[in-house]
């Protein structure tokens, strides 16, 4: 499905938007998986995703038509394997980007890819890399984010959405193809090689960076300060003894007190 709204290059101008699907993760990827080659920039809209997935195994719980779940296709065969984060860099900036003139400055980013307003969570994403040598190959970059839904299940207790900040409904068609021109942009840069311009937008716009706050580590909790996010990903937190110590994903919890 063509929409003229979206005005990118590429990212958009293959819509395909399903009623119902599990994840639009997988649908992309069974799409990938057929013989007919799936163009760059194929985005995969639902209305409603039943088992949508986040990091490490987390669910993610979406009312049917109130919020933004989708996928998009990238080929970013530029990229070696090594700098793979920086496409969590650049999907995670478009969503900053497409939100921050409605929400303002309280908008961050937490590492790696949840998008935050506050404390509480407005959104979060999941890439799946095919590699294929030392080069990736395909990229899904699965993205979810609450727009108008109002009510979150117990379990999703810092959950927040946009009509709850703003009290007002917004278009999910428009706000989707804002984050698709966004992320074409970012994506041009990397591709063009202003990887440093992308990595230091990124860390500009962390949630908690260089702020004292509380953490936890292998049932180990310290105060710390998040510095930096090292090219591979990996997040460099500074103790109050001044020990720098970097971190993956699986490896460290934000304590909010």
């Known amino acids: ?39 760059e920039g194929t985005v995969i809209m639902a209305e409603e995703q039943y088992a949508g997935r986040g990091q490490q195994q987390n669910t993610w719980h979406s009312e049917s038509g ?4 989708f996928s998009i296709l990238l080929k970013p065969r530029f990229l070696p394997v090594e700098a793979q984060f920086d496409l969590n860099r650049a999907a ?18 937490k590492w790696p890819n949840d998008i935050y307003y506050g404390d509480r969570k407005l959104g979060g994403m999941l890439i799946e890399n095919t ?19 109002e009510n979150f299940p117990a379990g999703a207790s810092n ?21 698709c021109k ?15 311009l992308v990595r230091n937008t990124y860390l500009s716009r962390l949630y908690w960076l260089n702020e004292v706050k509380s953490f936890e580590s292998n049932g180990r909790v310290f105060n710390g300060i998040v510095k930096n996010v090292l090219p591979n990903g990996l997040l460099l ?7 720098q110590m970097e971190f ?8 909010n007190k």
């Open 1 to 39: 499905m063509q929409n003229n709204i979206f005005s990118g290059l590429f990212v958009g101008q293959n819509l395909v938007t399903i009623k119902q699907v599990d994840s639009t993760n997988s649908f992309l990827k069974n799409l990938l998986s057929n013989s007919k080659p799936v163009p």
């Open 66 to 69: 109130k919020n933004l779940t």
């Open 92 to 109: 995670s900036l478009s969503v900053y980007d497409a939100l921050h003139p409605l929400l303002g400055d309280r908008l961050k980013i």
């Open 131 to 149: 590699i294929q040598g030392a080069q990736l190959k395909d990229s899904v970059i699965g993205i979810g984010l609450n727009i108008n839904q």
């Open 159 to 179: 959950a927040t959405s946009v009509k709850q900040i703003l009290q007002k409904d917004y278009d999910l068609t428009l706000l989707l193809s804002e984050i």
């Open 182 to 196: 966004k992320l074409e942009v970012y994506y041009l840069k990397l591709k063009a090689g202003q990887i440093d």
């Open 237 to 243: 937190i500074e103790d109050t003894n001044g020990q």
């Open 248 to 255: 993956n994903l699986k490896e460290l919890k934000f304590l």
